[in-house]
């Protein structure tokens, strides 16, 4: 499936060579250098996030047996420093996880929050969208030339 978005994405730039990625190397890089780099900012914050919740869903399902809600639920209260109370009572073990996800989520979560902001706020992303726009105009253009002269 990745395989066929890319070479329907690529389809356009490359309908004089008529190149078909082919191979899932050639769809990473593709995607690596069209999307990861320009969002690499934005995109490393919200997977380490991501893996915060991840881990603390499957460690309040495994230490105290809570349902994905629950275990989710707990997750996000916790990272997000909310503070309401507990679903169910905690075990001791259950307790010690609560308390190393609050240490690693604490810094984690502020680390995210200013780089997602400071993603949007200094303008980067209104510069990839402006740059997508740019660089959809420029693939539309066929037989053109340019002359540059001084």
Do not use: W
């Not at 629950?70 to 507990?86: C, L």
């Amino acid at each position: 499936m990745l395989i066929f978005i890319a070479n329907t994405l690529l389809f356009r730039q490359n309908t004089r060579k008529n190149k078909k990625i082919g191979s899932m190397e050639n769809v990473f890089k593709f995607f690596q250098y069209k999307y990861l780099k320009a969002y690499y900012r934005f995109f490393v914050p919200v997977i380490i996030l991501n893996t915060l919740l991840v881990i603390g869903t499957a460690g309040y399902m495994l230490i105290d047996d809570y349902s994905f809600f629950d275990a989710f639920y707990m997750t996000v209260i916790t990272v997000a420093t909310v503070g309401y109370g507990e679903v169910q009572p905690l075990s001791v073990a259950g307790k010690l996880f609560t308390s190393f996800l609050i240490i690693t989520s604490f810094g984690t979560f502020a680390y995210a929050v200013s780089y997602i902001t400071k993603f949007v706020v200094d303008g980067e992303l209104n510069q990839f969208f402006k740059n997508q726009r740019l660089n959809t105009a420029i693939e539309k253009l066929s037989d053109h030339v340019i002359i540059c002269g001084y």
